[in-house]
């Protein structure tokens, strides 16, 4: 799913929150979930609402820990737990945090995308990449 306003949005929100350094990795990703057609995989929408979330409740209490904060709710996004299938025996998967665009790109026409009981990658993975793409 792309929205052609995420770009902006994104900017415009992370300035807010004094943190326009998440800029570019959270558009990485953002352009690998583009590539695929499952419309349930919603990674643009998910991420600007979290963000949002998160700006109002500093607005309720600055002090509150934002990267704490968001490594949790980040890993909690829904396009997560959803694995992105590819290869003859579709035993292989996408991993949106560490596959480039171009894996992405590469296999994007030849993917399935299935439900799944737990995070791709898994939630402690998705933590850690947080606590170090976006401080």
């Known amino acids: 799913m792309t ?4 770009y902006n949005s994104l900017k415009t929100i992370l300035d ?4 326009p ?13 583009a590539q695929l057609e499952a419309s349930e995989l919603d990674f643009e929408t998910e991420t600007t609402n979290m963000l949002l979330q998160l700006k109002s409740d500093l607005e309720e209490d600055p002090q509150l ?7 949790i709710r980040f890993a909690a996004l829904e396009c997560w737990s959803y694995r992105i299938e590819y290869g003859s025996d579709k035993k292989s998967y996408l991993n949106p945090l ?3 665009l171009e894996k ?11 439900p799944s009981m737990a995070a791709y ?12 793409h976006l401080q």
């Open 21 to 33: 350094k998440w800029h570019a990795p959270l558009l990485a990703i953002g352009r690998k979930y």
């Open 3 to 6: 929205n052609p306003n995420f």
């Open 121 to 132: 990658p898994p939630t402690d993975m998705i933590k850690r990449w947080v606590r170090e």
């Open 65 to 71: 820990p934002l990267e704490r904060l968001t490594a």
């Open 98 to 100: 560490h596959d480039s």
């Open 104 to 114: 992405f790109k590469t296999y994007a026409a030849v993917s399935s995308v299935s």
């Open 16 to 19: 807010t929150l004094n943190k």
